[in-house]
């Protein structure tokens, strides 16, 4: 065999081995960063589950989100253990109300509480969850309040422009809400769960790994938490841009791209 058959064997190997799955360029998580002047201390309530199984467990995932937060740089996390002395404290089974959101946050003594319901829950293949987020914090000096609009049907037809500014500008309303449900036949989904899995495995076969996302429901709920962190995150850089007085430009510099 000639040194150019040699070559030309070893090129066709390599040329295979590249097209092997799990063999390409990973694709890499982003790294979440708080848009935040200073540090910031956040709280997650055990989420209430609203779907329809029983299997849903709001406390773990609750800390899977408080992991999530835990990693977001300029952001500390409270134990969720801590949010439930807290509740227990004051007698509090659940938050049941946006009162109840306020109260315990002050209590905590947090920047931000994050307040959430499990919106589905279907552990069978193919696996769906999903998730709603409100998120409870003090406007900070200068911030503007978001607008309540359902204060508007609260007035007199004839007599709007006299509302007063506390109903239209509740200080109880959260400052920022997310949902989404994920499903695992989603062809998307299952491009966000390359990059989540990846360096994540133990097995050492990252195409194993990815897998295993899609086919055990507690890797699945990590996955949806870090998804729905990150998407909050996301949302509070656009609050935060909107309501400081940015131009556009500034704007779309500061605000990180979408997960």
């Not at 295979?16 to 982003?30: D, K, S, Y």
């Not at 696996?127 to 609260?154: C, F, H, K, T």
């Not at 499903?183 to 491009?191: E, G, K, L, Q, Y």
């Not at 990846?198 to 050492?204: L, V």
Request: aromatic share 8%; charged share 20%; glycine share 6%.
């Amino acid at each position: 065999m000639t040194s150019k058959q040699v070559w030309l064997i070893l090129a066709v190997v390599f040329a295979a081995l590249a097209i092997l799955p799990g063999c390409g360029p990973r694709p890499t998580e982003q790294h979440l960063v708080s848009p935040y002047n200073g540090r910031q201390v956040w709280a997650v309530v055990p989420l209430r589950n609203e779907s329809a199984s029983r299997y849903a467990d709001g406390y773990r995932i609750a800390d899977e989100l408080a992991v999530v937060f835990e990693k977001v740089e300029g952001i500390d996390v409270l134990p969720v253990n801590r949010v439930l002395q807290a509740m227990q404290g004051l007698g509090m089974e659940a938050v049941r109300s946006r009162e109840d959101a306020i109260r315990l946050r002050e209590v905590l003594g947090v920047d931000a509480l994050i307040v959430g319901t499990v919106t589905s829950y279907e552990p069978y293949d193919p696996m769906r969850m999903g998730l709603a987020l409100d998120l409870y914090a003090a406007p900070a000096d200068g911030e503007q309040q978001a607008m309540d609009i359902r204060g508007l049907s609260w007035a007199p037809t004839s007599d709007a422009a006299g509302i007063e500014r506390q109903t239209l500008y509740r200080h109880d309303q959260p400052v920022t809400t997310v949902s989404a449900v994920f499903s695992a036949a989603s062809p998307a989904v299952r491009d966000r769960i390359d990059a989540f899995a990846f360096g994540r495995g133990t097995s050492g076969n990252w195409d194993h790994d990815r897998r295993l996302y899609t086919l055990n429901m507690n890797l699945f709920s990590e996955f949806v938490s870090h998804e729905m962190g990150s998407h909050l995150v996301w949302a509070e850089w656009k609050r935060f841009a909107r309501n400081h007085e940015t131009s556009p430009q500034e704007r779309q510099a500061s605000t990180p791209t979408a997960p």
